[in-house]
């Protein structure tokens, strides 16, 4: 007898942006080493830095907390991690570091297998979705994902967090793109790498979801998910 496929029926996948179609957590990381190191050099010059590493590792914590928080403004990231060093300084100079993150931190290679896996998916006739969370003042996720050349693929992009749409793991911008897409959620599949925002948020929505765990680091992944996998082409198997 054959295996049921849950994912019958799906007309229209939805992909998260970062770390699901495109390289962003290295580049992220190279780009608080920058700031961290420019943070510090700016603090010796006019009185006393706390050095980089401890600069780095703040900013790091604060990164990881204020993102799973939904914070994605750059500005407010640098302002809690000054409060934690007790030091302050003009907006102005928030503004200088957010540019310098962003001009490190956008620079994202698409995956391998994400260009292969969006190639046959068009193929096989399924309308193609990105819902993705704002960058935040001082970024712009919507030129990031017009810069990569698989951009072209996609039927619909919506930037969660802007023009009325709210950030996920809210549920209204999952029944927004299915909408966007004129396809009920039942119909619809998504896929990301974040566990609660883009995968439990999505069932929550009535989606079938998928979670793409590449390095296997998701603990009881399939929690959250329907299905978990650790290529994106693995979703030949099934779609």
């Known amino acids: 007898m054959q295996e049921y ?27 608080l080493e920058a700031v961290a190191k420019d943070m510090s ?19 790091i ?3 990881e907390k204020l993102d799973s928080e939904g914070v994605y403004d750059r500005n407010k990231w640098w302002e809690e991690a000054l409060k934690e060093l007790n030091l302050k300084v003009e907006k102005d100079q928030l503004y200088d570091w957010t540019s310098l993150y962003w001009s490190i931190a956008s620079n ?3 995956y391998d297998d994400a260009r292969e896996i969006i190639e046959y998916l068009k ?14 003042e001082g970024g712009n996720k919507l030129q990031r994902i017009k810069k990569v050349d698989i951009s072209s693929f996609f039927d619909k992009i919506v930037i969660a967090g802007t023009n009325g749409v709210k ?18 959620v039942e119909n619809c599949t998504m896929i990301g790498d974040d566990p609660v925002k883009d995968c439990l948020a999505a069932k ?16 009881f992944a399939e929690l959250y998910a329907d299905y978990v996998i650790r290529s994106l082409r693995e979703l030949e198997e099934f779609l």
């Open 108 to 110: 994202n290679p698409v």
């Open 61 to 63: 914590s604060i990164s």
């Open 41 to 59: 050099d700016y603090f010796n010059d006019i009185s006393f830095s706390p050095g980089y590493e401890k600069i780095l590792s703040i900013l």
């Open 167 to 184: 950030p996920k793991p809210n549920i209204q911008p999952f029944v927004y793109i299915c909408e966007q897409l004129n396809e009920k």
């Open 5 to 31: 496929n849950i994912f019958y029926g799906t007309r229209a996948v939805i992909f998260d942006f970062d770390n699901t179609l495109v390289e962003f957590n290295y580049y992220s990381r190279k780009a």
């Open 204 to 219: 929550k929505a009535g989606l079938k979801s998928i979670l793409i765990d590449r390095e296997s680091k998701v603990k």
């Open 123 to 136: 193929s096989k006739g399924y309308k193609l979705g990105i819902l993705t969370n704002d960058d935040g």
